[in-house]
């Protein structure tokens, strides 16, 4: 019976360190909102980089030396298209690189949202 005992103990020991339901369900909120503004910020960034395709698209045919515009921080700019196509290629680069770690950080906190749940047996009702 002394083996029950310590079992029992260390169950006790278990259950008083599992977190309140209110913890838990600030936790869960918590989580959720975070993959919430992460699959936004993704969908924001892809956006971004369809535009700066079509913007590439539209130029590259263009001759090199034709005026363009472009805003700059609030400022239309004038330019000429070889000014400009390298600066929005760069961009695109850097938002596909940033996307993808985004996204890199979505799937791990997917992973870790759950394996919270599975820990703590969460089942979401409708």
Do not use: W
Not at 50 to 68: A, F, G, M, S
Not at 115 to 120: E, G, T
């Amino acid at each position: 019976m002394s083996s029950s005992s310590g079992s029992s103990s260390r169950a006790a020991a278990a259950s008083s360190a599992r977190p309140s339901d209110q913890e838990l369900t600030q936790t869960y909120n918590t989580m959720k909102s975070e993959l919430n503004q992460l699959a936004q910020k993704i969908g924001e960034l892809e956006t971004e980089a369809d535009e700066h395709t079509l913007v590439i698209d539209t130029l590259t045919p263009l001759d090199p030396d034709r005026k363009c515009f472009r805003l700059v921080g609030g400022v239309l700019v004038e330019r000429t298209v070889k000014e400009v196509l390298p600066a929005l290629k760069t961009n695109q680069e850097g938002i596909k690189t940033v996307t993808l770690q985004l996204v890199q950080k979505y799937k791990a906190k997917e992973d870790e949202f759950n394996a919270f749940q599975k820990k703590y047996n969460i089942q979401v009702r409708q």
